[in-house]
């Protein structure tokens, strides 16, 4: 068995979807399918039970799974001894978001418990950049929320998180249990400086073009809120001043925690990293 051809097959397990698994490995389906049946010849076993919703690991498959899943976390740890011994062994991680998240708590503890001889750098972003400068070559992985534009990066869902509106909290609509976004239409809403990744500004500003303060952080966001009654969107389930309150947003599109990577980039510790946070975020 291959190592390639393992990952293969804990993609397609983990996503329960060819098709699904075949994005996430940047390939078409029809050379993930072959691969995975001639695996499933050399096991002399099927590994999956295949429906048009998706497929279901067989008893086979399942204790193939770990197995696999051991072997390539031994094969990347091979990797980074190596790069150790070579002296490359850094990882520059973007952040953005909320750094008291029990899911990003969990991967820091996960990582270093795996990797204790690697120097991890963390470089805290503002809002105007939602790929934490993986294109200006800053960072090597960025810990982010989509949606953004996604030309040449590899991008890992880790979480979706229900999105709410944020409204000073003696603001009548605060009182609301759900709104809607027409009901929002005649109030100013914050923004993002230009030349932000249009594709982020607009699930933002709810999809349409919006007048109000300009924005940089999280924290100018909630001030605005604060003084200037704006009002805007941010993931529910964050802990808010009192004097701040969220209202969940019918009809809008969850904010995914995700994980992305210039494509191409095959260096050890980042897949490390993207695996140790898919198990730590999927215990959220």
């Known amino acids: 068995m291959e190592l390639r051809t393992l990952g293969y097959f804990v993609a397609v397990a983990e996503e329960l979807h060819f098709g699904r698994a075949a994005t996430r490995l940047h390939m078409s389906q029809p050379p993930l399918s072959r691969a995975i049946k001639q695996l499933e010849s050399d096991v ?36 980074v001894r190596v790069s150790a011994a070579a002296g490359v062994a850094t990882l520059t991680v973007g952040i953005l978001g909320d750094g008291t998240d029990p899911g990003m708590t969990r991967l820091a503890a996960a990582y270093r418990g795996r990797h204790p001889g690697i120097d991890i750098r963390v470089r805290d972003t503002d809002l105007t950049d939602p790929t934490c400068g993986l294109r200006a070559g800053l960072v090597d992985v960025a810990l982010t929320r989509a949606p953004f534009d996604e030309t040449a990066l590899t991008v890992r869902t880790l979480r979706a998180d229900p999105v709410g509106v944020v409204l000073r909290a003696d603001d009548p609509l605060a009182r609301r249990d ?7 239409s005649d109030r100013r809403w914050f923004q993002f400086p230009p030349g932000t990744d249009p594709v982020w500004q607009s699930y933002w500003n709810g999809g349409s073009p919006r007048e109000g303060p300009v924005v940089r952080a999280v924290q100018e966001c909630l001030q605005a809120v604060l003084w200037n009654g704006t009002v805007g969107l941010a993931p529910m389930g964050h802990d808010l001043p009192a004097e701040l309150a969220v209202v969940p947003l019918a009809g809008m599109a969850p904010s995914r925690v995700v994980v992305a990577w210039n494509e191409g980039d095959s260096n050890p510790l980042i897949r490390s990293f993207t695996e140790i946070a898919t198990t ?3 215990r959220s």
């Open 178 to 184: 759900r709104l809607g976004p027409a009901e929002l």
């Open 44 to 79: 002399g076993a099927p590994l999956f039970v295949r429906s048009p919703a998706g497929v279901t690991l067989t008893s086979v498959g399942t204790v193939l799974l770990d197995e696999a899943r051991a072997l390539l976390g031994h094969a990347d740890r091979v990797r």
């Open 280 to 282: 730590a975020y999927r």
